[in-house]
């Protein structure tokens, strides 16, 4: 069983900065992809950052020039780096992976159980 803890999430600002990470563990033998989702209330989950093994990463265009989307493969760690953060940024964030473990034909993707990041003055 593989588990995707997120951590990082809070109250901020407008303009401020967060950092969220998410670590994967459990029995892994990759990752493939890991991605960052959010989804306000009353809205629908979106994509927000995703970023492949090879390092390559795409963006939500409402979050170019604003987030960063990085990982540690050697930690199975995600991170999300968050600036100039604006009201329509409030949030409940999901990690995203796709992991193989040991043993499996194919990846099974899995979810985290969400951080909430509000941006209020």
């Known amino acids: 069983q593989v588990q995707l803890v997120e951590s990082g999430g809070g109250l901020v600002q407008p303009g401020g900065s967060l950092r969220l990470s998410c670590a994967a563990s459990?029995?892994?033998?990759?990752?493939?992809?890991m991605a960052w989702y959010r989804q306000a209330p009353g809205k629908q989950r979106e994509l927000v950052a995703i970023?492949?093994?090879?390092?390559?990463?795409n963006y939500a265009d409402t979050v170019k020039g604003r987030f960063t989307i990085s990982r540690d493969n050697a930690k199975n760690t995600v991170y999300l780096q968050m600036n100039s953060l604006k009201f329509e940024d409030t949030a409940a964030y999901y990690c995203?992976?796709?992991?193989?473990?040991?043993?499996?034909?194919?990846?099974?993707?899995?979810w985290g159980q969400g951080t909430q990041v509000t941006v209020s003055s």
């Open positions: 970023i492949f093994s090879g390092g390559s990463a």
């Open positions: 459990g029995i892994i033998f990759s990752i493939r992809a």
């Open positions: 995203n992976a796709d992991v193989w473990t040991y043993g499996s034909g194919s990846p099974t993707n899995y």
